[in-house]
């Protein structure tokens, strides 16, 4: 069983910078961030292949976030720039052994608790 405890949500303006952290218990091929607003499905953010290290982003976030891990602690980061208040969302880090789709909450069976951002003047 996999344990993921995510952690470096909090409050910050437009145009600022979060990073968040999820300590994984173990290894998982893939890992991603999943993030839900209030009255909205939960969407795929970042994903990425720990094999190789490919990465996969949903349109909405490319080049304004970015997805990386520390294999040596399993630990999966969230680096999010220029963060809009349309990124408000609890954001929720999860792993999978295999995936049909790298965004696809579908393919994830393990999930954490998941950790608030709110962006807002």
């Known amino acids: 069983q996999m344990e993921l405890v995510e952690s470096g949500g909090g409050s910050v303006q437009p145009g600022g910078s979060l990073r968040l952290s999820c300590a994984a218990s173990?290894?998982?091929?893939?890992m991603g961030w999943f993030r839900q607003a209030p009255g909205k499905e939960r969407e795929g953010v970042a994903s990425?292949?720990?094999?190789?290290?490919?990465?996969y982003y949903a349109a909405s976030v490319k080049g304004r976030f970015t997805i990386s891990r520390d294999g040596a602690t399993n630990t999966l980061y969230l680096q999010m720039n220029s963060l809009k208040p349309e990124d408000t969302a609890m954001y929720y880090c999860?792993?999978?052994?295999?995936?049909?789709?790298?965004?696809?909450?579908?393919?994830?069976?393990?999930w954490g608790q998941g950790t608030q951002v709110t962006v807002s003047s």
């Open positions: 990425i292949y720990t094999d190789f290290g490919t990465t």
């Open positions: 999860a792993a999978a052994d295999g995936v049909l789709g790298p965004l696809s909450k579908l393919s994830y069976n393990y």
């Open positions: 173990g290894y998982a091929r893939w």
